[in-house]
């Protein structure tokens, strides 16, 4: 009977010690300031939208939301030259 209640109370002092660790990790990770979701976004040269700066066209330090509005813009200047 004896070693009965000895196993029964390491158990209960398990089971509360668990408990207490996996409420302490999560306290921890509330408190941790969010990741940014945001980045940061660019003006397209050509037609002014803005667009993540990871996905844009870069050429000569202008942005351009596609290839195609880069060529636009491209012609463009061309025309304006002449």
Do not use: W
Request: proline fraction near 1%; charge should be positive; charged fraction near 25%.
């Amino acid at each position: 009977m004896r070693t009965l209640l000895i196993i029964l109370a390491i158990i209960i002092a398990v089971v509360i010690i668990k408990r207490l660790l996996t409420t302490h990790a999560r306290s921890k990770t509330a408190h941790q300031p969010a990741r940014e979701i945001f980045q940061k976004t660019v003006r397209c040269k050509h037609c002014g939208t803005h667009i993540a700066e990871s996905v844009a066209l870069k050429v000569d330090n202008q942005f351009y939301c596609s290839e195609k509005h880069f060529l636009a813009e491209k012609n463009r200047e061309e025309k304006n030259k002449t």
